[in-house]
């Protein structure tokens, strides 16, 4: 009588401890769905804003200027943090201040370690006339029928956009956008090139004001 006890018990024992164990799998299963909906749900909202941002900055700065016809590179430029990779995070922002007063710290640190990054850039631009997107390394492949040609013209790449793109007003280069946590300012990298030793390049603020993404400054980086 005692065994068919013990045996009961033990069954019993068991079963719970494999309703329990299958319970717990189940609720860490859950758990992980959750997480990572909301890690893509995240990831899809900055997304977008990226290319409101996107949008907001070439139709300011670009299309205004009365430009047909946009050729924007595929990549996102990335820098090795500014050449700042051996400051600490102190020295960088007293950096930011003296040269971007304007942009908030938690946008120029989430903008300096994005800066690192290399991503390929979408068709998801909101623009005001047509645009593409370009590998750059193509511009520098088969730009003239041989070598012969090349070395007497003297062309690069920059002068094949042009044989393609013949409305292009350059090629546009921009790098990822770093954001304040309320997402409602962004700090971006851009930069317009019409040769191989020609062009300017420049940080930009925005700011989003009742919804819309809007420049509110330009620091210019370089001219050539």
Same mark, same amino acid.
């Given at each position: 009588?005692?065994?068919?006890?013990?045996?009961?018990l033990i069954a019993s024992l068991t079963f719970i401890i #494999?309703?329990? !164990? !299958? /319970?717990?799998v189940a609720y860490?299963?859950? /758990?992980?769905?959750?997480?990572?909906?909301?890690?893509?749900?995240? =990831?899809?909202?900055e997304e977008l804003e990226e290319y409101a941002v996107y949008s907001a900055l070439l139709n300011e700065m670009f299309v205004r200027d009365r430009a047909k016809f946009l050729v924007i590179s595929d990549r996102a430029m990335?820098?090795?943090?500014? #050449?700042?990779?051996?400051?600490?995070l102190d020295e960088k922002l007293q950096r930011k201040k003296k040269y971007y007063p304007s942009v908030a710290n938690d946008t120029f640190l989430d903008f300096d370690t994005k800066s690192t990054?290399? +991503?390929?850039?979408?068709?998801?631009f909101n623009l005001s006339v047509e645009y593409v997107l370009i590998n750059e390394d193509e511009l520098t492949?088969?730009?003239?029928?041989? %070598?012969?040609?090349? %070395? *007497?013209? *003297?062309?690069? #790449?920059?002068? @094949?956009?042009?044989?393609?793109?013949?409305? =292009?007003?350059?090629?546009? +280069?921009? +790098? *990822?956008?770093? @954001?304040?946590?309320?997402?409602?300012q962004a700090?971006? %990298? !851009?930069?317009?090139?019409?040769? #191989?030793?020609?062009? +300017?390049?420049?940080?930009?603020?925005?700011? *989003?004001?009742?919804?819309i993404w809007k420049v509110k400054e330009i620091f210019n980086r370089w001219v050539s």
């Amino acid at each position: 009588m005692r065994k068919i006890k013990l045996k009961i018990l033990i069954a019993s024992l068991t079963f719970i401890i #494999g309703v329990a !164990v !299958v /319970l717990s799998v189940a609720y860490r299963n859950s /758990l992980f769905q959750n997480s990572s909906i909301t890690i893509n749900s995240n =990831a899809e909202s900055e997304e977008l804003e990226e290319y409101a941002v996107y949008s907001a900055l070439l139709n300011e700065m670009f299309v205004r200027d009365r430009a047909k016809f946009l050729v924007i590179s595929d990549r996102a430029m990335f820098k090795d943090n500014f #050449g700042e990779q051996k400051l600490s995070l102190d020295e960088k922002l007293q950096r930011k201040k003296k040269y971007y007063p304007s942009v908030a710290n938690d946008t120029f640190l989430d903008f300096d370690t994005k800066s690192t990054q290399s +991503s390929k850039l979408k068709s998801n631009f909101n623009l005001s006339v047509e645009y593409v997107l370009i590998n750059e390394d193509e511009l520098t492949k088969n730009v003239l029928a041989n %070598e012969a040609e090349k %070395e *007497k013209d *003297k062309r690069d #790449g920059k002068y @094949f956009l042009y044989e393609k793109y013949p409305d =292009a007003n350059g090629l546009i +280069s921009i +790098s *990822k956008v770093g @954001f304040n946590k309320e997402k409602n300012q962004a700090f971006v %990298e !851009v930069e317009l090139t019409f040769c #191989g030793l020609c062009g +300017s390049g420049d940080y930009v603020l925005l700011e *989003k004001e009742q919804g819309i993404w809007k420049v509110k400054e330009i620091f210019n980086r370089w001219v050539s």
